[in-house]
């Protein structure tokens, strides 16, 4: 079933259809394969070869199970059709080579002289169609609804029939020119009032013998009669075949027919008791037309969707089979990574999950999946249906306007319900058809219990998520809702779960990578005091890119994990704060004192994300670090709070992408400058066109402890510049050839001890104001 094989089984079909309507036609005229003939014959030939060597690769079923092993599968295949298309192809290559003159032509008398030799085995090679219904069958029933197989059925029969007379017409036409007459009289050589079929072009002769094949088969008649033995018999032999083979085609039309229209029976008695309901209650002409009309087209969409939502239709199969079937509905959809790591860990505990909390589900035209107000017990996301509204209201929600969103396919609604107490702020309403797979929260609970690893990170995650969803709101970002909680990617929830978790996660998504040559490492972790690994670990050597991300994990660099997608990823969040000063200058952190240098490192004040955090308690960090001495004028702007996503290719072969949320917030003027006392002097320099002097630079201190002892006891504080940069400075001032030549600039700089001890004792007289949560 993949899509190679797909595609090439449509080719297939084409080069079959080919072999059945030109061989039959070659063989009874003796056409000779020159010209274009020729190139596309022998195309046809490369094209069987090919497939010759592909059905040694091609997986089979038995008893329902799906068989691809390769041993099996050759003596499969030597055992049933390789004996046919190897003799069949040996055969057209035989006739090719022994009619070729070698100048990539064929002869038309070598041509004839070995064909006819050979006719009987090319003509085996139709017996393909046999294999080949059974491959478009299975096609047609994976991707055509049930209306349109029944439809389907009636030109497949059709075709069936117009073959089989186009094969007897050409072997009436092979008998009446080559078969022994004892007669002395031939089909062909009967005068026909002035001419004989003899005579006459090819085209006629075609269309004559194929009219006198149909009439075989049904009522018609024509005027050729067999004169001699052999046409008789053959005659004959039509006759019967054609009374047992017309009579099975009408009764199979006539059995699709029945089938067709019990299928729409149903269909027909809801329409009629609508029609009923609506004389019944006098409603009017128009408006009754259109409710009819509506009816009629929402039954045909849904009629084909009714196999998605009725689980009876599996009943009948083993349920070790109905596992692996809804495993395989629901792992599609199950984009969430969380969900992809589960899968890595323990694929077994992820089938129970599926067979037994989730399932699809189907709303209908105008149909509310939940309302505003609605105690939430499953998480939902969309598989198919584009016209799925979400609406938040004044009176329900915390919005200022309702206001209405568009959910499109492999969005998640209301997931906050799988990991926290949750009550929906919003409704969901299709105006068409729309299919949701369906995941019950209390079900999952009880599944996950069964796992000690799984227990172990769900909880961890559930606490991280409801931090969240407690820390959302103003002035940091806006409400929570059914389609978006703020800060809830699993990306930015892991850096502040526990080592243990991180190393879980990162452990499984490294499975994705190949292994390299040298000394050779295991990689696990231990949760609980007990060492967990996944299903089928790798080895990774001491120097593979693999085990320098595991270390980077371990020290808390980076997350690694498996996206959404299925790919590899390696994350860093960080939250930084955007001060801005009534002149629309915002604060930047120019570099840090290393040995008493300055290290040129342009960014806004930040940090990462550490064990239990949320992006909240990140910037209260700052605050009351490098910041302290603004924290009382600094104020957070409303929904602040926006993510910044910039991806590149790393070192270690994967793509690397870094988030970043910013906090907006703005300084409050005071009327004394509480840096004034610790100012640095940094260099000039030029930024578009204009000097920027860093006049108002300072060096600001952090520490853990607060008083002067620190010093006294030889214990020096971490000390960094800053500068009031505008948007388009620090844009220029970003790029690292810019920082290159600033830092051979501020060589100079050295931080001195009184600029130090004052920004220390700013840091440390400064009072303590903490943001809200």
Known sequence: HGRFRMVFDCLSFLALLWDMMALPIMLAWDVPADGWLYHVTVLTLVFWTFDLFFNFR????????LVMEARLITARYLRTWFPIDFVVLVSNFFVLGMASDGDGTASSVNFLRVAKGTRIVRVVGMARLFRMSGVVRRMAVRHLGSHVMFLMDVPVLVFMLSFINHLIGCIWFAVGRTAESDTGRRWLEVDQGGYNYEEQTMAYQYLSAYHWSLTQMTPGSMNVQ??????????????????????SVISSLSTKFVQYRAMLKSSARTVKRLNKWLRHNGIQTKLAVSARMQAVERLRRTEDKAATVDKTVLDILPEKLQLQLYYEMCRTHLNHPIFRWWESMDTTMVIRACRQCMDIVVINDEHVLFHAGDNCSSAYVIVNGNNVKYTQNPETSKVVQKSVTNCVVGWWLSEAGLWSSWIHVGTIE???????????????????????????????????YHARVQSSGPPVSAFPSDLMVPFTSFEEILPSMGKASRELVAMAALQHLPLNNGKSVRLSVATNGETSDPESPKIYASNSPAHALFEQVRRGKCVVLLTSSGTLGRFVVVSALKVRRDDDRFLVEIGRFEDGKLKVNLKLPGGKQQESEVPLQ?????????????????????????TERVTKMSKFGVKSTYLRVVHEAYLDSFEEDITANCRVSLPQMECNGEIVNFHDSFVATRQDTSGVETLEEGEEPEAAVFAWLSDEELEFFSGEDIQQQMQQ?????ELEERTRRNALLNFCESGIKRISM
């Open 58 to 65: 091609t997986g089979f079923y038995s008893n329902g199970n």
């Open 618 to 642: 990140v910037v209260d960090r700052v605050l009351q670090g490098w910041l302290r001495p603004f924290s009382q004028q600094t104020t957070l702007a409303e929904s602040s709070a926006s």
């Open 430 to 464: 299709s105006e068409t058809n729309a299919e949701l797979l369906k995941i019950q929260a209390d079900t999952l609970q009880e599944v996950v219990e069964h796992s000690t690893t799984s227990l172990y990170m769900f909880k961890e995650y559930c606490l991280a």
């Open 745 to 749: 600039l501020v060589q100079g700089v």
């Open 226 to 247: 067999p004169e001699n033995s052999t046409e008789r018999l053959f005659n004959i032999l039509c006759l019967l075949s054609g009374m047992v083979f017309f009579s």
